[in-house]
């Protein structure tokens, strides 16, 4: 059982009662409690969105081959958790992100309405061409807007280094083990 505390808290930072707590839901599966853990925590960051971020880092990423870089303004509660380790990992993998995934807007609902009628001007010519029923047209636009918009924005984009989890769910998990709200601010990409 010791084990499996110490193996469950280095993948997920979490507190050794919450870990016991989550092998003992869980009947002693990993994995299992992995996920409970997860959940727990973005339940947390429910609870903790509320609260005032004023405080924070500006973390820039420089991609090896010098052609790419980003900055991103990443905000928590307090300035001890500023300087936290595992605060300035998450902007650093965010900032990473960043470089490689080129978001254009921070959320979904940022993608300007400009851009979607341009967008959708385009894909109905395609659906047209390709002799799409004009009954299933608003259906077919419907879902190329969502997968635009979550594709566009940094929040809704998979994590580059684990694509299981989206950036939101990511800045979520890192909530629960740190315990402050923490906000995603401004970015910037250049490119070469």
């Known amino acids: 059982m010791l084990d499996k505390i110490k193996t469950i808290r280095e993948k997920t930072g979490a507190g050794v009662v919450d870990v016991k707590k989550a092998l003992v839901e869980a009947n002693g599966d990993e994995e299992k409690a992995i996920e409970i853990l ?8 429910v609870k903790k969105s509320e609260r005032t971020a004023k405080e924070g880092v500006v973390i820039s990423y420089i ?8 900055m991103v303004k990443l905000f928590c509660e307090t300035d001890f958790v500023a300087r936290n380790s595992d605060f300035q990992e998450l902007a650093r993998d965010v900032a990473m992100h960043i470089a490689a995934m080129n978001p254009k807007f921070l959320n979904p609902e940022d ?19 390709e002799g ?21 924005a940094l929040m809704s984009q998979p994590f580059v280094k684990n694509p299981e989890i989206t950036v939101k769910e990511l800045v979520a ?5 740190i315990g402050e709200n923490i906000q995603v601010g401004e970015f910037i990409r250049f490119e070469l």
């Open 38 to 45: 997860r959940k727990s925590g973005q339940a947390k960051a």
């Open 63 to 70: 991609h090896s081959n010098n052609r790419i870089g980003s």
């Open 111 to 129: 993608v300007s309405q400009e851009l979607l009628d341009k967008e959708k001007e385009i894909w109905t010519e395609q659906l047209k061409k």
């Open 173 to 177: 998990e890192k909530i629960g083990v």
């Open 132 to 152: 799409k029923p004009e009954a299933m047209l608003e259906k077919i636009l419907g879902g190329k807007e969502k997968k635009f918009r979550e594709e566009s």
